[in-house]
Structures are given as C-alpha cells and as structure tokens.
C-alpha cells in the first residue's frame, strides 16, 4: 500500500519560531510537492522538487523554503512563523510521466 | 501562464447525475485531472484526461476537449457519500497545478 506520510498531524506553534513540516513518501516517487489549502482557495502550491536537491518555486513560495536531502523525504520550513501562516498543509508526490499525485493525510498548523 | 475555473459550489439530489465543469487558461499541458476530497480528509484521484473525449471509471467519467479549454467531471447514480470537494487539475512539466475545487452537496 502507497503511502505519503506528513510527521504531524496537528501543530500549534509561536508567531517567530522556526517551524518543519516533514513529509516521507515510500514509492520511490521523483516529484514532491507541498501546498497549503485554505477555505475558498483551493490547494495552492508553495515548492516542488523533481529530484533530490533540486527545488522550484510554486505560486506562493514568500515565508517559506524546503529541503530535498533524500528522495524519499521533502521538508518545508516556515523561517519566522506568521499568524498568516494558519493553515492546512497537504505534502504530494509523483513519479515523472505518472498521472496520479499521492497526498498525506496534512498538517494542520495553527500559528498563534 | 494558468488558471482554472470551477463553480464553488454544486448542489445535486440522491440518485441523480450532476456534472462539475472546470474551464482553464494554459499555454500546454499534459492532461486533466481530478482529485475527490472528503471533509479531514488528504485529495484522492479519480480519474485521468490525457486525451479529448471521454473516460468512464464506473460511476464517473471525465470529459475533456482541448479546443474548448474545458473539461467536465460527472457523476452518475449520486450517493450521500460522494458529498465531498471536487478538484480539477492540470499536469504541466511536472508540476500540478489545482483549481480552486467544487463543493457538492447531495440532498436525500
């Protein structure tokens, strides 16, 4: 059984405070993603990375970086945590010339 | 660049067909997709569009024609259970680009 697999479920974390969000896929998969999902928004993509190292910037990258170490696992990092930040984040992956992205279960993240 | 457009919200009856249309504006892609999302739960892929015409996939299809830049989810035989969000998205380069989703609600 695939799976894509985001280390919390729930986080409450301070205004400041530098905040990882890890996200492991066992497929093998090239592509890693990491999208934030907000009411009436849709799911919109913060970074992406198509092999280890590698990263590209999605449609809202400000306030946020990633890291692409191992090709099984794709980290976002929030620098300087902002109560605007409040927000489900969705991890997905793919492999290159597959059509379905496998999602983890998100992070609810609330910045207070 | 891209955008896609769906209706934000969609209301159907138990047993009926409802059709959820997703229009966009892109300079190529690979195909169209679309992905089911229950409340708390992560987006799960129904079906694929890597073609015009349609694919059927049981009690759903998905319809897509490039020409027109549009594509359409349907559901037949609706059932409380598919009340959920409703995400069309294109692959392009790699990268997954979602529209901002369908909410459809389905009366008894």
């Known amino acids: 059984d695939v799976k894509v697999t985001q280390s919390s479920r729930y986080l409450v974390k301070r205004t400041g405070e530098k905040v990882f969000l890890e996200c492991v896929q066992d497929m093998d998969h090239e592509n890693m993603f990491w999208y934030r999902q907000d009411p009436g928004l849709g799911l919109r993509l913060i970074y992406f990375s198509y092999d280890v190292k590698m990263k590209e910037k999605g449609d809202i990258p400000e306030g946020y970086s990633v890291s692409r170490e191992k090709k099984e696992r794709f980290s976002l990092i929030l620098e300087s945590a902002s109560t605007n930040q409040t927000s489900m984040y969705l991890c997905?992956?793919?492999?290159?010339?597959?059509?379905?992205?496998?999602f983890g279960q998100g992070t609810r993240l609330t910045v207070v | 660049g891209q955008s896609l457009e769906q209706p934000s919200e969609v209301t159907a009856v138990e047993g009926a067909i409802v059709q959820i249309n997703c229009t966009y504006q892109?300079?190529?892609?690979?195909?169209l997709s679309w992905y089911q999302q229950h409340d708390g739960g992560a987006p799960t892929f129904l079906s694929y569009n890597g073609l015009d015409g349609l694919e059927e996939t049981g009690r759903f299809s998905s319809f897509l024609s490039r020409s027109d830049s549009y594509g359409y989810l349907l559901l037949q035989e609706l059932q409380m259970k598919d009340s959920a969000s409703y995400f069309c998205d294109l692959n392009r380069d790699d990268k997954i680009i979602f529209g901002k989703g369908t909410r459809l609600h389905i009366l008894p």
């Open positions: 892109t300079s190529g892609f690979y195909g």
């Open positions: 997905a992956s793919t492999s290159t010339g597959d059509t379905e992205a496998f």
